[in-house]
């Protein structure tokens, strides 16, 4: 396997950068950097050296690296290894922890591996998903990001999570719900929702999720699906124009959830 790198960058924001790296005789040298990276090797296994010690990181672990932390990368006994890592602005990454903690938060934690195979199974999949939306702020985004700051960053001792004490009101309740039927072609974000309730993204979601029994984005998902239904009961409805119609990204998107949800095609319901 040859040598090779790509960066991509989510459209919606210059506070992330994505990379995957495929490495069979390239080494990192020590060396630190200015933002966060979470790093996960999916293929092969690569040694890490950091604060004095040796580490193998393989499938199922995590690096997490603050800035600042001096360290390198190799593989593990000349082994080659495919690696993806989440580079995050430092105002980023504080932002979540702000939400998390309900408070300004200055965190602080060395450099860790992290032995957690849900929550590396979870990265990848996270990865995977902003690069196909090319968007940070979509909704399963922003969901998926809270759901695994909490236990990662709690397993470091790095924030302490406000507690979550109770679910939305019936009047918040309405409120979300009328503003996602009224908006359904467009992007609705979490930001969106939780700022209708006038309360952080990360107690919307648990909130939300402890008065409907699902996240606001499997909620949502249901609704669109549901309203498709509908419009597809109208003869000549076009597959692409129902997608659209009801905001999805597009219509291999609105097949996909559709034959998920259901079990057929849409253009046989």
């Known amino acids: 396997m040859k040598d090779s790198i790509q960066y991509h960058r989510v459209a919606d924001t210059s506070d992330l950068i994505l990379s995957e790296g495929f490495y ?27 604060k004095g010690q040796s580490v193998l990181l393989g499938p199922g672990r995590i690096s997490v690296m603050p800035p600042g932390e001096i ?14 890592t989440f580079r995050i602005a430092p ?33 990848v999949k996270l ?13 399963p985004v922003e969901e998926t990001w809270f759901k695994l700051c909490e236990p990662l960053f709690s397993q470091l001792n790095a924030v302490t999570p406000l507690p979550v004490l109770g679910g939305l009101s019936l009047h918040q309740l309405q409120i979300v719900k009328e503003y996602c039927y009224e908006n359904l072609s467009c ?41 498709a239904c509908l419009l597809l009961r109208k003869s000549g409805q076009k597959l692409a124009h129902v997608a659209v119609t009801v905001g999805f990204y597009d219509q291999s998107h609105f097949i996909h959830a559709f034959r998920k949800w259901y079990g057929i095609n849409p253009s046989k319901y």
């Open 187 to 227: 992007k609705i974000s979490l930001g969106h929702l939780a700022a209708l309730c006038d309360i952080s993204r990360y107690q919307f979601l648990r909130r939300f999720e402890q008065s409907v029994g699902v996240t606001p984005h499997n909620w949502l998902t249901q609704l669109r699906l549901e309203k």
């Open 24 to 50: 069979s005789e390239f080494e990192f040298r020590p060396h630190y950097h200015l933002d966060y990276h979470i790093g996960l090797v999916v293929e092969g296994v690569q040694k890490q050296r950091f």
């Open 91 to 123: 105002a980023l990454l504080n932002e979540y922890f702000d939400e998390l903690t309900g408070k300004e938060t200055d965190p602080f934690f060395a450099g860790a591996m992290v032995e957690n195979e849900r929550l590396a199974a979870s990265l």
């Open 71 to 84: 360290h390198d990368g190799f593989g593990h006994e000349q082994s080659e290894y495919c690696m993806r």
């Open 127 to 139: 990865y995977d998903n902003i690069q196909r939306v090319d968007d940070l702020t979509t909704l």
